[in-house]
């Protein structure tokens, strides 16, 4: 997925989910570098690898 287009949502709140690897993160989107987004959850911050991302809702 191309970090420019996650890029203009940062500061928004959204769901990424991974698919088959069955992960689903809700939080706001705080940084994308390299391959990776930085989402804060209520249970803290957690990065998540851009290449295994299948679908992105905002919110």
Do not use: H, P, R
């Amino acid at each position: 997925m191309a970090n420019d287009v996650i890029k203009k949502y940062i500061g928004k709140k959204c769901k990424i989910t991974t698919g088959s690897f069955g992960t689903t993160v809700a939080g706001k989107i705080v940084e994308v570098k390299d391959n990776w987004i930085e989402v804060e959850t209520k249970k803290g911050k957690e990065l998540i690898n851009a290449d295994f991302i299948q679908n992105i809702k905002i919110k």
